[in-house]
């Protein structure tokens, strides 16, 4: 049954709460004052016209059954959860008219879950990435002296000297089971090997799951693995590893041991503990916000020991942008790095990296992630410290990025856009049809209103709506190719003003009584001039913006 919901929700062509103008959060009491006030507008005994009479009462009866929904607890528990959809749907598990709005979100909480295991035994998962290392130092250390000295020279000599694929997929077996196999090949200056891993992983508890792991190679030999998470506190988990591997040169035993701990909101602090062919001790600091990621490592061991500092810098844009740079220095030697990264459509990010070393020279790597696989070039391009190549591995990138920005992704990403648009309106294309035929409708009946409220506002000398445009509306100064579109809303409001005053709530205006959507999928919003105990004023509101007027801070001039 739940299943059968799954693709009904995209789109629903009534919000109840916009239609009575009330809040999500709206009492019983707010909703009889809207119910009972809107009845007397669209009564349909007031009209004697047979197409008006026949209009209100199709009105009156969407308000009615808005009410009925919203006014019963079960009712407005599904409503809240699945939308008008979900009432028209037959055989839900919970029937009992008993139960509280909590229990019922509960139960159909747990039906959506059930539906989201049903769709994960459905999925694979597959992950994979795919490495290119790039020799490239002939294009720089070509040019020192002893080269010089040699006849001849021709173009640079570029090759790919290493690749490494790896790709995995999962398959759950049951709601606590899942069974991951991976593998991967890799090669370097002609030489490679692969290996093939089947892990089985099993969820125990809230607090914890473990794994055992099998594998196989052409180089190392046979493993067998073992893997166990478990949650200590609320604030630390722990994590504990270890494996055997069968080798021509014997057996190679190997153990980690992993302890974190939330040392405030943002913050965590790691401490591992690794003995086998790699031995060694580290302990690190992570501090993650919104805006930033810092982290502190140190690692004592054999063979390797050092200390690594990085920053990344988050922008608060729509491409969520980021720069990043880290220091590691060790027995090896030292590395600074600095790059990018980007987000260059809904499921791919871009980044470049540049990282200087003593005496590893100078490396660019180009990454590129999109959706579950991950594409990475590095580039090797000198095996010293040239501000040469330090130039050209840091300007050459983004000249790049920004020539490709320009000339393909922007274009594309605008055709996506268009081409999503046009899908969504095409999808709607009725239900926006028959919402435009009730919003004229309600125009029609709200005239007769209108011309009442009007002259008994002037009398009052109170709140008039004199103008009022809903849609997207475009400036003298951007998209002057584009069209305003707008549909005229006067009508419909000045039969929503009450008391001298407007309220409209933090709802989609396009579900209000004699409004509809004019630009599906583009952003909307409501622009006002109305006229107060004889002064003008004007206001513009975004379409989930709620609205109170008057206003005298909307004041645009008085007219004495």
Known sequence: MAASLEDDFEFNNQDYYSLLNVRKEATLEELKVSYRRLCMLYHPDKHRDPELKRQAEQLFNQVHQAYEVLSDAHSRAIYDIFGKKG????????????RTPAEIREEYERLQREREERRLQQRTNPKGTISVGVDATDLFDRYDEDFEEMPGGGFPHIEINKMHIS?????????????????????????????????????MSAKGWGEVEFGAGDILGPLIGFKVFRNLTQRCFLTAQCGLQFSPRGLRPSCSLMTARHLD??????????????????????????????????????????????????????????VKGSV????????????????????????????????????????????????????HLTDQLLPSAVFYATAGPLLVYMAVHRL???????????????????????????????????????ARET????????????????????????????????????????????????DSKLILTEASKAGL????????????????????????????????????????????????
């Open 408 to 446: 393909i992704i922007i274009p594309y990403t605008q055709a996506q856009k268009e081409q999503e648009l046009e899908l969504q309106r095409k999808s709607s294309a009725t239900d926006i049809a028959k919402k435009k035929q009730e919003a004229e409708s309600a125009v029609s009946i709200h």
């Open 328 to 379: 590691k220095t060790g027995w090896f030697g030292t590395v600074v790095e600095y790059g990018a990264e980007r987000k260059i459509s809904r499921h791919s990010v871009l980044s470049a990296t540049v990282s200087i070393g003593v005496p590893q020279g100078v490396t660019l790597k180009i990454k590129l992630a999109r959706a579950s696989q991950t594409y990475l070039f590095p580039v």
């Open 87 to 98: 009432l028209e749907v037959e055989g839900w598990e919970i029937v009992e008219r008993k």
């Open 167 to 203: 790709q995995s997929i999962e398959a759950p077996l049951t709601n606590t089971d899942t069974a991951v196999l991976s593998g991967s090949l890799s090669t370097h200056n002609g030489n490679g090997g692969g290996n093939i891993n089947m892990t089985i992983r099993k969820v």
């Open 265 to 322: 909101q943002n913050t965590m602090g790691y401490l591992q503990w690794r003995w086998g062919p790699n031995s060694a001790m580290t302990t690190s600091l992570v501090r993650d916000t919104k805006s930033s990621h810092f982290t502190l490592a140190l690692q004592l061991g054999v063979p390797h020991s050092y200390l690594m500092m990085s920053y990344q810098y988050k922008f608060q844009d729509e491409d969520q942008t980021k």
């Open 513 to 560: 009584p004699g409004f509809y959507d004019p630009c599906v999928g583009e952003e909307k919003s409501l622009k006002l001039l109305y006229q107060f105990r004889g002064v003008m004023h004007q206001v513009i509101s975004a379409d989930l913006e709620p609205l109170r007027i008057p206003k005298q801070s909307h004041r645009i001039e008085s007219e004495s």
């Open 451 to 498: 011309l009442i409220v009007c002259v008994c506002v002037c009398v009052c000398v109170c709140l008039i709506i004199l103008n009022a445009w809903y849609g997207k509306f475009v400036s003298d100064t951007s998209q002057r190719q584009e069209k305003a579109k707008v549909i005229d809303v006067t009508v419909p409001l000045q039969c929503l003003v009450k």
